[in-house]
Every structure is written in C-alpha cells, then in structure tokens.
T-cell receptor, first 117, second 115 residues
Framework: AQSVAQPEDQVNVAEGNPLTVKCTYS??????LFWYVQYPNRGLQFLLK??????LVKGSYGFEAEFNKSQTSFHLKKPSALVSDSALYFC???????????????FGKGTKLSVIP | DGGITQSPKYLFRKEGQNVTLSCEQN?????MYWYRQDPGQGLRLIYY???????QKGDIAEGYSVSREKKESFPLTVTSAQKNPTAFYLC??????????????FGDGTRLSIL
C-alpha cells in the first residue's frame, strides 16, 4: 500500500520568512500527490497537486511544492509566510484501494504550522 | 455557490443511541466519502460511494453505516456498536469515480461527542 509521512508535528516560522512543510511518500508506481490545508473547525481545502510534468507545482494562496523523485519527497513551500497561513497541513497520496479496485486518498497525520508575528 | 453542507455542526450522543450525520452536495459529483479525524492521526476513511445505490467499506467501517439513495446525499449513521465515536467527521466528494486526478472537496465537518 502507498503511504505518506509528515515528519514534523509542528513547524514554527516568523512572519515574512520562507516556510517549508515536509512530506515523504512511498508508492509502487507513479505518485499522484496532493496538499490540503485545514483551518480550525473547518474542512480541508485543496492547495495543489502533482500528477506529472514540472517538478515545481504552483498552487493556491502563493504556495508551491517541489516533487523530488530521488528523495521521494513532496515538500510544501512559500517564499514569505503570513500569520493567516497558520493552520494544519496535510499531504496525501492517491492509493489503490484493494477493496474495490478504485483509487482513494491516503493522508499523512498533518503538520501544524504556526506563523509568529 | 456549489459546495458540500454537513449538519449538524455539533452533535451529542447518549449511550446506546444511534445518530445520523447529514452530508449534502450540489456539485453534481459522483463520488462521496466519509472520514474520521482524531487529533494527531490524520484522516481515516470510513465509507465511500462511487455511484448512487452503491457504497464500499473503508479502513474503519465497523460501528458505522451509510446509504446513497440520491446522488447529492450520503448520510452517515454512527451506531451504538461504535464504542469510541468522539471525533470530527468530514464528508467529501469528487467529480468522477474510480481512477482520477481530481481533488476531493470537503464539507466543514460535524463534531460528535459523548454525553
């Protein structure tokens, strides 16, 4: 089965500094990778995805992610953090769910990002 | 605006009681999903449905049941057999079923607690 790991439970960064939220993956074929953000007591919002093509993927709210096949990583980045970026971030990989031959998402455990004014 | 509506936002369950969480979408999406979120554990798939009148168990289906009688609705029942139901429940939908690169769209969740 595919899996994703988010090695950091929490990331703290000063406002205006660049931020990185890490994600590594394990898949048996070509990886399809996603990033989502969750604000308190809200659902998940889609940020960006990597399917194929350029290793640098641009998404919503100024976020981007770098796909690195040799390091099996898909780290989320932003050049200049805002206090409003403080939230819970989830990495996900498309997974072949053996129960019904369909593809579902497997999520990491999430990383809490705190941007300090 | 199209979207996914979950209700109620907060729900309390007594011992031995079944409760039903509502999920409605007006995105005309085929696939719908229910996830359970616990602190530090990410999202775990409970049930999913790729088409009306069909649904499949996810990783943690025990103690839960669903129905999919209409395309826009996918209610989740938390039965008395679910001994630890306290969690944040999220419903999601996706524009097509099966193999797909499309992202899932999420509702704003229902927080279920035990009385």
């Amino acid at each position: 089965a595919q899996s994703v790991a988010q090695p950091e439970d929490q990331v703290n960064v000063a406002e205006g500094n660049p931020l990185t939220v890490k994600c590594t993956y394990s898949v048996s074929g070509n990886p399809y990778l996603f990033w989502y953000v969750q604000y308190p007591n809200r659902g998940l919002q889609f940020l960006l995805k990597y399917i194929t093509g350029d290793n640098l993927v641009k998404g919503s709210y100024g976020f981007e992610a770098e796909f690195n096949k040799s390091q099996t990583s898909f780290h989320l980045k932003k050049p200049s953090a805002l206090v409003s970026d403080s939230a819970l971030y989830f990495c996900a990989v498309r997974d072949l769910y053996s129960g019904a031959g369909s593809y579902q998402l497997t999520f990491g455990k999430g990383t809490k990002l705190s941007v300090i004014p | 605006d199209g979207g996914i509506t979950q209700s109620p936002k907060y729900l309390f369950r007594k011992e031995g009681q079944n409760v039903t969480l509502s999920c409605e979408q007006n995105l005309n999406h085929d696939a719908m999903y229910w996830y359970r979120q616990d602190p530090g554990q990410g999202l775990r798939l409970i049930y999913y449905s790729q088409i009306v009148n069909d649904f499949q168990k996810g990783d943690i289906a025990e103690g839960y049941s669903v129905s999919r009688e209409k395309k826009e609705s996918f209610p989740l029942t938390v039965t008395s057999a679910q001994k630890n139901p306290t969690a944040f429940y999220l419903c999601a939908s996706k524009g097509d079923r099966g193999v797909s690169n499309q992202p899932q769209h999420f509702g704003d969740g229902t927080r279920l607690s035990i009385l």
